[in-house]
Nanobody
Framework: QVQLVESGGGLVQAGGSLRLSCAASGRAFSSYAMGWFRQAPGKEREFVAAISWTGYYTYYSDSVKGRLTISGDNAENTVYLQMNSLKPEDTAVYYC???????????????????WGQGTQVTVSS
């Protein structure tokens, strides 16, 4: 069992930055691939970024590539999402999630992630 708690969300102006954190408790954190997803009002949950369980691979959606960076710290059991050059369309609730399958890469499908945090709100004003 893994518990995930996100933090770091807030209100920021367009062009600004935020860093989201996802603290994990439980065993074998380093054996999970970790992903960030987001959900805006009236829209489906969408993939944002993920890091493989080995830590070797990172993947991003086209809409955030070059602006957001995912990283992990196994010693701290924490995964981060550094968000730069934020846009109003980045406004959403951001969720971190854990996938225990030992994939070579990562999955972009929410259904493949078995543990989820409660989410943190990110609001970007224009």
């Amino acid at each position: 069992q893994v518990q995930l708690v996100e933090s770091g969300g807030g209100l920021v102006q367009a062009g600004g930055s935020l860093r989201l954190s996802c603290a994990a408790s439980g065993r074998a954190f380093s054996s999970y691939a970790m992903g960030w997803f987001r959900q805006a009002p009236g829209k489906e949950r969408e993939f944002v970024a993920a890091i493989s369980w080995t830590g070797y691979y990172t993947y991003y959606s086209d809409s955030v590539k070059g602006r957001l960076t995912i990283s992990g710290d196994n010693a701290e059991n924490t995964v981060y999402l550094q968000m730069n050059s934020l846009k109003p369309e980045d406004t959403a609730v951001y969720y971190c999630a854990a996938d225990r399958d030992k994939r070579i890469g990562v999955s972009r499908l929410p259904v493949d992630y078995i543990y989820w945090g409660q989410g943190t709100q990110v609001t970007v004003s224009s």
